[in-house]
């Protein structure tokens, strides 16, 4: 059965196509390792709606929402719905972020944007703050800023992981609207208290990174002096005791060398 995709109150129709392989990065699938068996998604800023598809083959979603503020992607994905043959559980929407999709749903997904675009996105929508919603967020950039919000806003960061993607260190995140929980400190916004509860090994490369990047940022600006001295203190902490040992292992290689 052809795809629609609604604009402007209209339907389209779009015909079908050869189902190829698909394509879906290490990121992509963390974010599917956080959606609940019979979820209703929404997959927001869906690109090419390769993780949207993922979901519905793979029997980890129930149905999907997918907009993308851009026209291009948003036909590329009710193409591929087609080819794989989810487009009957899939309703695909040109939308500005959540301003112009249904609210039936039960967790919303944002991937591949920066942090202060994904602000934008809940700044607009405060009926996300709600017990009946869950966000799962992979932050491209500003993912202090990011977690910072979400605490200031009554979000918990129920559960958080990093991994390596090509050659970069990806966060992907679950947030409830718990407005009760306690909130980050400046030096929890740049490595969550979550980060430790299930560690990844890519975990400590993470810490090592966001260190030296508050390294830098403090020695032009003497205001980060406080969180890198704040993020350091948490390192030596019981529960970052591993990664102190990573470090000195670190340094001691270096010395060899």
Not at 44 to 67: F, P
Request: hydrophobic content about 40%; some cysteine; charged content about 25%.
């Amino acid at each position: 059965m052809p795809s629609r995709i609604c604009r402007d109150g209209i339907s389209f129709l779009y015909a079908q196509e050869v189902p190829m392989k698909l394509p879906i990065s290490p990121r992509l699938l963390a974010c599917a390792g956080f959606v609940a068996p019979g979820d209703r998604v929404a997959d927001i800023g869906c690109d090419h709606g390769y993780l949207s598809i993922y979901l519905l083959t793979e029997g980890k979603a129930r149905s999907v929402i997918a907009s993308d503020i851009n026209e291009m992607p948003l036909m590329s994905a009710v193409k591929n719905a087609e080819k794989y043959g989810v487009s009957d559980r899939m309703e695909f929407y040109l939308s500005d972020g959540v301003r112009s999709i249904p609210r039936d749903f039960d967790c919303m997904i944002c991937a591949g944007m920066g942090g202060d675009t994904m602000v934008s996105i809940l700044e607009a929508a405060p009926w996300l703050q709600s017990s009946r919603y869950r966000l799962i967020l992979q932050c491209q950039s500003k993912t202090p800023l990011l977690r910072r919000y979400l605490s200031e806003h009554g979000w918990r960061i129920a559960e958080e992981t990093v991994l390596q993607d090509g050659k970069f260190l990806y966060t992907v995140m679950e947030a409830c609207f718990e407005p009760d929980y306690p909130r980050l400190t400046e030096a929890e916004c740049y490595f969550p208290p979550a980060l430790l509860e299930n560690p990844s090994k890519d975990v400590p490369a993470y810490y090592k990174w966001v260190s030296e990047g508050l390294r830098i940022a403090a020695a032009h600006n003497p205001g980060k002096q406080p969180v890198l001295a704040a993020l350091e203190a948490l390192a030596q902490t019981e529960a970052l005791r591993w990664l102190g040992d990573v470090q000195k292992q670190e340094l001691k290689q270096e010395e060899q060398i």
